[in-house]
């Protein structure tokens, strides 16, 4: 399965961009071995409409149209369902032989997401239920994807 990783807003160069970029290369090595690619990280710049449904809109729609046909879209909300780390796993593994090519993880912007996201979406997950900065979820989306990898291929990475 083809994963992306979708986010409004970009990661200047700094410790956080480091440190999500060593995630997501740690994922893209180990990833092939079980059947999950890393395709690629879409970051597209906040909207600057001057109301903030407008500007979930116009992020929305750069989603919408960075989104492969027919591919699964998980979005991030703090509203989400909550998952331990090898639920995560066991729920992209499900996803990964559901039979499904692609699969997206969105990071709205700071305004949140387009409601009519959540009607098209097959999971929105949370990373917990306090707001995290934009920043930290790319952080842990990353980190959460190569543990993941490792909770599926029986790598000792993570440890209960």
Do not use: C
């Amino acid at each position: 399965m083809r994963i992306s990783l979708f986010a409004v807003g970009r990661l200047k160069a700094g410790p956080e961009k480091d440190l999500a970029s060593r995630y997501l290369d740690r994922f893209a090595k180990a990833g092939p071995a079980i059947g999950l690619e890393l395709v690629r990280v879409t970051e597209v710049p906040e909207s600057k409409a001057s109301n903030a449904e407008t500007r979930k809109r116009d992020e929305a729609a750069a989603l919408e149209k960075a989104l492969p046909d027919g591919a699964l879209l998980v979005l991030l909300d703090e509203r989400g369902k909550s998952l331990d780390s090898e639920a995560f796993a066991d729920t992209l593994g499900r996803f990964r032989d559901s039979g499904k090519r692609d699969l997206m993880v969105a990071v709205g912007g700071a305004d949140g997401l387009d409601p009519a996201l959540y009607a098209r979406a097959d999971m929105v997950l949370n990373l917990g239920s306090m707001t995290w900065p934009h920043q930290l979820v790319r952080i842990l989306i990353a980190e959460q994807l190569y543990r993941a990898v490792t909770i599926l291929s029986g790598h000792p990475y993570h440890r209960v």
